[in-house]
């Protein structure tokens, strides 16, 4: 069974740029998760799709927003970078994301976005 | 407002010895926990997880231990070894979320 897929690895752009993030989640898990890492904040979470619909949000400006489509696969979008969005941007993807008791997140490789 | 909190940014510990750490959480609402090993460059993979009812759970060499009344919860690795050295994280979630809370993880070196 394949992992979690993240597009591209590694990206860098300039203050201002938008950019767009991939997420091909486990075969048959519905729930996409997005967090962000930088050093010293562990991981933040961003958002979290189920079956095409935002669940929830995290505390991030609105220049942060992603999309799920029907099957699964998500994207992440940041507008107008600023210097601090450089970061790892983690995708997880999870069955289902309904406290069944064993829930877990399977996370991707990371993109790791730089912003001069 | 950081939910789930891990106090030492990192530990050194020699080989063979008893690796412990420490995570601490202020929602009492949470009442499932997990502990995630990153590697540099690779995203953080599942290493074990505990639920409320418990305050026990073994795997191999990998124990982490609940105490709810403290609201804090340790992972033991024994013994360590080398293969261990890597970022561990642990999160928290509440019955019905849909999110999951991060520490800002903990360096581990193991010395050989």
């Known amino acids: 069974k394949a992992g979690v897929t993240q597009t591209p690895r590694y990206l860098i752009k300039t203050r201002g740029q938008q950019v767009t993030l991939s997420c091909s989640p486990i075969?048959?898990?519905?729930?996409v998760s997005w967090y962000q890492q930088t050093p010293g904040q562990g991981l933040q979470f961003l958002f979290e799709?189920?079956?095409?619909?935002?669940?929830n949000k995290g505390n991030f400006p609105g220049r942060f927003s992603g999309r799920q489509f029907s099957n699964s696969r998500s994207e992440m979008n940041v507008s107008t970078l600023e210097l601090g969005d450089s970061a790892l941007y983690l995708c997880a993807s999870s069955l289902a994301l309904r406290r069944t008791g064993n829930e877990k997140l399977f996370f991707g490789s990371g993109t790791q976005l730089s912003v001069l | 407002d950081q939910q789930v909190k891990q106090n030492s940014p990192s530990l050194s510990v020699q080989e063979g010895r008893i690796s412990i750490l420490n995570c601490d959480y202020t929602?009492?609402?949470?009442?499932?926990f997990l502990w995630y090993k990153k590697y540099p460059a690779e995203g953080p993979t599942f290493l074990i997880s505990i639920s409320s009812i418990k305050d026990k759970n073994e795997d191999g060499r990998f124990t982490v231990f609940l105490n709810k009344s403290a609201k804090h919860l340790s992972l033991h690795i024994v013994p360590s070894q080398p293969g261990d050295s890597a970022v561990y994280f642990c999160a928290a979630s509440a019955s019905g979320g849909n999110q999951f809370y991060f520490g800002t993880g903990t360096s581990l070196t193991v010395i050989p």
């Open positions: 929602n009492s609402m949470f009442d499932y």
């Open positions: 799709y189920f079956s095409e619909t935002q669940r």
């Open positions: 075969s048959g898990h519905r729930s």
